[in-house]
């Protein structure tokens, strides 16, 4: 089973600011790699597919990197809006999830 | 594209509960669809899947107890969920396969389900 492991577990930063998150996978899963948004009480959002594309509707300050084993989300300039848990996927092989990524305003 | 999952509730350990997510707002009949469930807590396990002909896959942690279908007449998806374990105690989301590729692209609020005694 492929293991995906997210970092860090919890984030706090400014509005502004730019952040990373990471998704790390336990063997390689080429692009096949999603991100998610899922806010408190909301349905999981799709953000970025196949490791860098970014979903129709998805404000352009979200980006995605990364292929094999090591991935990205790159929130370019922190919103109040965006704070929220993030999550990966990795839909290389079966379907396996991150732990998360709480994000909140500092 | 909506998702509306139901059906939800308290049960007791060994019995049973059906699923149900209706959707709206695309062609049900054309898209694979999910099952995936997030215990209190916990993160997101996958647990079933059903191509747009049907075909089905599911979890190890599942296989033999939970059944998917789907009602393409009805634009429904259902989980037909037996002999349940204090384990499967999580919320249960509906998702549509993407279009292309094998990741979710929407997904529903999400139900719960409790199974204790």
């Known amino acids: 089973d492929i293991q995906m492991t997210q970092s860090p577990s919890f984030l706090s930063a400014s509005v502004g600011d730019r952040v990373t998150l990471s998704c790390k996978a336990s063997?390689?899963?080429?692009?096949?790699l999603a991100w998610y948004q899922q806010k408190l009480g909301e349905a999981p959002k799709l953000l970025i597919y196949?490791?860098?594309s970014l979903q129709t509707g998805i404000p352009s300050r979200f980006s995605g990197s990364g292929s094999g084993t090591d991935f990205t989300l790159t929130i370019s300039s922190l919103q109040p809006e965006d704070v929220a848990t993030y999550f990966c996927?990795?839909?290389?092989?079966?379907?396996?999830f991150g732990g998360g990524t709480k994000l909140e305003l500092k | 594209v909506q998702l509306v999952e139901s059906g939800g509730g308290l049960v007791q350990p060994g019995k049973s509960l059906k699923l149900s997510c209706s959707a709206s707002?695309?062609?049900?009949?054309?898209?694979?669809m999910h099952w995936i469930r997030q215990a209190p807590g916990k993160g997101l396990d996958w647990v079933a899947y059903?191509?747009?002909?049907?075909?089905?896959v599911y979890a190890d942690a599942v296989k033999g107890r939970f059944t998917i279908s789907r009602d393409n007449a009805k634009n429904t998806l259902y989980l037909q969920l037996n002999s349940l374990k204090s384990e499967d105690t999580a919320i249960y989301y509906c998702?549509?396969?993407?279009?292309?590729?094998?990741?979710?692209?929407?997904w529903g609020q999400g139900v719960m389900v409790t199974v204790s005694s």
């Open positions: 707002g695309f062609t049900f009949s054309s898209y694979g």
């Open positions: 059903i191509s747009s002909s049907s075909g089905t």
């Open positions: 196949n490791a860098n």
């Open positions: 998702a549509r396969k993407g279009d292309p590729g094998y990741y979710f692209d929407y």
């Open positions: 996927l990795q839909h290389n092989s079966w379907w396996t």
């Open positions: 063997q390689n899963i080429n692009k096949y």
